[in-house]
């Protein structure tokens, strides 16, 4: 959900994933940011200031917050977990692939994320990419799609430039094309009139599948459109109900949506007006399954709808909070634990792919954040827990794309699913929400294969593996560990996990018919029900990328500071812009015409899937 704009970004690019090519954009420094020289608008730092002396960004905060108190009455003590042996279980999702969990990466930073170009590659963020692509079962680089947004700032014609050129390039890398972002604010934000509705969409999404089959520099023309990217003011269901699907079908690829559970834009626009909240108060929030549960309440006919018509459903961006999250909240481990309940949730749900944002230095909630350039020389990235939710999420689905989900959850605070592959469980991913020192709220969960009720013979295995992650709190900052392993804290990653290795295996009780996992309070335990479905996510050998070229000792790309700066998808621009390349500053991109308007750059780890995706 998105309800600020960014204004005129020009954007040209050829990106493949093992090669990205010079890319150009225009943008604008934004409102209380650190900007890549150094300096922040908001700080006392300067691009000056000795690399040691670098606090106060957001994606750096050390608030703590207190974990919510413990339930009562608690939890159970042990919590039985029935699955069949064969033939599936009831309420099983559709088929989910192992990238269905990926990130979006606002176009401002993408530089500073991805690289300056294909000899200056981060390596960093392709070593985290590779971490999830190995488990998600996509090892090679180069299999990179992407999808592009159509401008709507005008519709009368619309600009098609992206189209014409993003298939040129990218060929049969290029998944589509998003028709429009969040369309239900355009009348408040005073780009359509303040009648615009539904139908005048649906009249708009007509003239653009005619222009486009009329354009002739545009080779494929069906299959391409994601609509409607709504936020919250229309509801989906109204949009679907103009008969827009039926009616343009064979244009359509993908329905899609962009939600956050909530907002903290009280702070970080004090103009709106609006009542500030207290991370604290709302912090029990994020550890309950019933977030999630209420949170996707809204798409479940929509996800249907979706099924029914063969079109994809995609959550094109989320996180914990929108404007930036949450101090305290969106870099804790609760909020680890939120993102993977919540893409369980989605996946069980029938979404079929969703994409966690990433904004600047004054985002909370960044899967992953690089040093401010002046400090890449001495400082290191940052990765953040919703990161390893993705990385769990990855392991959890697997690479077979028959992962199938059921949630089997009885009690809020411990969310339960188990995974099946072709009729048979292969997993079963155990939460514990609760924070509690005295170990009084670990539970066991005691799953059975078979018998009981299920009418089938007894099956549990005589042993199961099991990964745990974990950290001392729901409100700890850093200090997370996936199977033992950790990507550091603060300023400390390279993107590659560094520790021993550490799977744990359970011995069952075959003759009870029972596994029993304990799960730490709090903490989250992926079962691997067999060898096989652990050995399917396990690298046989760790891809990680060198670094063959040296930057500049002060900062790796020499740019006026005023030029570019991070953003994290909201506007409060100035009205001065620069460009990233020499001799650009003018905004004098061949494709400035075709393409204005905001565009953010999304990755996803779909096979290796990127997604560039325009804001307005």
Known sequence: MRSFLIHSFSFSFFLSWAALVAAQYSIYQPKNQVIFGGSALHLTATSTAAATNFTGAAAYDSTILNPPAVPNPAIPSQIPVQLTSSGGIAGLSIPQNGGFFGFSIEMSVSNQVLGKNSSFLQVPFLNLMANIIERAGWVQLTNTHWYLGIPFNTSAPFSLGIVEYGQQILGD??????????????????????????????????????????????????NMLVVASVQTVWTPESVWNTGIVESYSSSISALAVERYPDDNCAALYPALGEALQNPQDIFINYLQHNASTTLISSYLNSTAFAYQNGKQFIVFETNTASCSGFPGISNSFGAALWALDWAFTMAYSNVTSALFHVGGQNAYYNPFTPPPTNQSTIHQWTVGPVYYSGLVMAEALGPS???????????????????YENGSPTKVALFNFVTDPSGVSTYTAVISIGGGSTGQSNATPSQVQVKYLLAESVSAKGNFTWAGQTLGNNLQSDGRLNGTLNVTTVACDQNANTCSIPVPAPGFA???????????????????????????????????????????????????????????SSGTSPLRAALPGALALFVAALGAAAVALRWW
């Open 173 to 222: 890398r290029m998944l589509g094309f998003q028709a429009g972002n969040e369309p239900d604010l355009y009348a408040s934000h005073g780009r359509r009139p303040s009648t615009y509705s539904q139908f005048d969409y649906f009249g708009e999404i007509g003239v653009l599948v005619q222009q486009i089959a009329n354009d002739s520099a545009i080779s494929k023309k069906n």
């Open 401 to 419: 794309n028959a992962s199938q989900i059921v949630d089997l959850t009885t009690n809020i605070y411990t969310p339960i699913y188990a995974i």
């Open 526 to 584: 992926l079962v691997f029900l067999t060898s096989n479905a652990l050995r399917a996510v396990s690298p046989t050998s760790t891809v990680t990328f060198p670094t063959t070229a040296q930057t500049r000792h002060g900062n790796t790309v020499s740019i006026d500071p005023s030029m570019l700066a991070t953003s994290y998808g909201h506007s409060g621009m100035q009205d001065t812009h620069g460009a990233t390349s020499p001799g650009s």
